[in-house]
């Protein structure tokens, strides 16, 4: 009877796991959107099914890990995982420092043991921490989430014209009025951590952007204070590159002896020609003292002596009378100049 049962349960076993290879099988040609639909059907009709999906997606980091930017210089890790305990229990957190300067570098990530407790968390993903308001969204999405939709540019506001006085937290409170705020501080300095005069406002919606602008109330900190678009604040010249019609070349004088391959030419070439050019040879007859083909060699030439013969004795050079030397020129040990044999 036993044997009978034994024999049975491998029989499933056998039955059941070629079940499993023919829906491998199946499967295995279906691109990622339709096996994501299929499972997500299944789950929603069969219990058992969503919580081994949920189980399986838990385990991965990629939902449990979230991105942290908009960090006050000041913020420590501890910090950071304090601010976000509250959500649940947190298997790894740390602000980013930059290795050369040991600072930090203003953003950081936290990681969740439960999948829950992320997506608790990025359900308020804005959070004020030592002064500034940072946000959160998942680390997967790096800088894709929710802050940098097409419409950042109509909700993210330059203020300008600070009191040193103004704090992070007076500078939200102040905007605070027109609507929620995403994420926002002033301005500090690395290395003093003083304010810098100036500071930055996001909000979650433009409607709420376009009322902090046309606000007439713009005195904070017994300074009137500058509101507009931080787009519209970008100090930064734009280097424009000039097409290539309007670009006028120059004439440059042509090297003597030098010749464009392919063209006549009249003395001059476009800005741009490359060297080098090739050098023109000359016919042997204009050098009808050495044999030929000879590259042209420099002329010498003697400076004109007062009297009719120079202190050798050999006629002064007229342009009649061209001195060939064959051999060589020396001077004798009385440093007078005659001519070789």
């Not at 946000?135 to 014209?161: F, H, M, P, W």
């Not at 406002?201 to 931080?230: H, M, N």
Request: some cysteine; aromatic content about 8%.
């Amino acid at each position: 009877m036993e044997d009978m049962k034994k024999r049975k349960m491998e029989e499933m076993g056998d039955a059941q796991t070629s079940t499993q290879e023919q829906l491998r099988t199946l499967l295995d040609p279906l691109a990622k959107p339709q096996l994501v639909d299929l499972l997500s059907r299944l789950g929603s009709q069969y219990p058992s099914i969503a919580e081994e999906i949920k189980s399986l997606a838990s385990a991965d980091p990629v939902h449990r890990k979230l991105f942290v930017r908009g960090l006050a210089w000041n913020t420590t890790s501890e910090t950071l995982c304090a601010a976000f305990q509250v959500h649940g229990e947190i298997e790894e957190g740390a602000v980013i420092y930059d290795k050369a300067t040991g600072k930090s570098r203003g953003y950081g990530f936290i990681t969740y043991k439960h999948m829950e407790s992320t997506q608790n968390a990025l359900s308020a993903p804005s959070k004020l921490i030592d002064g500034r308001m940072a946000v959160c969204n998942l680390a997967c999405e790096g800088l894709t989430g929710a802050s940098t939709t097409l419409d950042l540019a109509q909700r993210k506001l330059y203020i300008g014209g600070l009191s040193p006085d103004v704090t992070s937290e007076a500078l939200l409170s102040f905007f605070g009025r027109h609507g929620e705020i995403e994420e926002g501080s002033v301005a500090y300095d690395k290395d003093t951590n003083e304010s810098r005069g100036f500071g930055f406002v996001t909000y979650k919606t433009v409607e709420a952007a376009k009322k902090a602008i046309d606000d007439p109330q713009k005195l904070l900190g017994g300074r009137s204070i500058i509101v507009k678009l931080a787009d519209t604040h970008k100090g930064k010249p734009v280097q424009t590159q000039l097409p290539p019609s309007a670009i006028v070349p120059l004439p440059v004088p042509l090297a003597a002896g030098y010749s464009q391959p392919g063209k006549i030419h009249s003395g001059t070439v476009p800005v741009g020609y490359t060297y080098p050019q090739s050098i023109a040879s000359y016919p042997p007859a204009f050098y009808p003292s050495f044999p030929a083909p000879y590259a042209a060699q420099p002329q010498l030439s003697y400076a004109p002596v007062a009297a009719g013969k120079d202190p050798v004795g050999l006629p002064a050079p007229t342009p009649g009378n061209v001195i060939v030397l064959k051999n060589f020129i020396k001077r004798d040990p009385k440093n007078t100049l005659v001519h070789g044999a």
